[in-house]
C-alpha cells in the first residue's frame, strides 16, 4: 500500500501563480516508495510527462467543486529478462563492468558482443547503455546467452547483465 505525501496547489493557483517548483520540491522530499497526493484546481497534464520521467505513473480523480486530485505513485520497477533465464539473484557477479552509455548505436552492441564472447560459461558481463538494446536481445539468446536488464531509478541509463552460455 502506498503512503502518499499531500501537496495542495489550489491557494497559489488561485492567486496566480505557478506551483511547479513547489511540487518538485515534494516530490525530492519524498521517501523511497512514497508517493504525492496533488490537489489542484484543473488537469496538470503537463505534469503527467514530467513525473512519468521522475519514475511516477498518475491517476486523476475529479473531487468537489470541480478541482482535482491527482495520484502520483512510484512505478513498479520493470525487468526483462531472456526466456528460460535462471533467476538473475543466482548469477555469480560480473566479472566484466562496461559503461558505454556515451556510445551512439551499434557500438554497444558490438562491444558486449565482442567481450561476452570471450567469456566462460557462466560468467556475467555488466553494462550501462543510454538505452534499452531491443536488437541485442535476439543476438544474445541465438548465442546461448542469458540476460535480464532494467531502467535506473530515473529511468536515464539501462542496466544489463548478460550470463554467458555454452558454446553453440
Known sequence: MTQFAELDVRPILRDGGE??????????????????????????????????GQGFDHEVLVIEGGDFEVRFTPKQEVVVISDGAISPEVWADPTLELDLS??????????????????????????????????????????GHQWAGNFDEEGATFRLMIRAGGAQ
Not at 570471450?118 to 555488466?126: R, T, Y
Open 102 to 143: 556515451d556510445l551512439p548505436p551499434p557500438e554497444p552492441m558490438v562491444r558486449i558482443l565482442s567481450e561476452v564472447e570471450k567469456m566462460s560459461e557462466g560468467q556475467v558481463l555488466f553494462a550501462l547503455l543510454a538505452r534499452e538494446p531491443l536488437f541485442l536481445y535476439p543476438e544474445l539468446t541465438k548465442r
Open 19 to 52: 506551483p511547479f517548483q513547489a511540487i518538485m520540491s515534494a516530490v525530492r522530499g519524498l521517501a523511497p516508495g512514497q508517493g504525492l497526493k496533488l490537489f489542484a484546481t484543473f488537469r496538470p497534464q503537463p505534469l503527467f510527462a514530467v513525473m512519468a
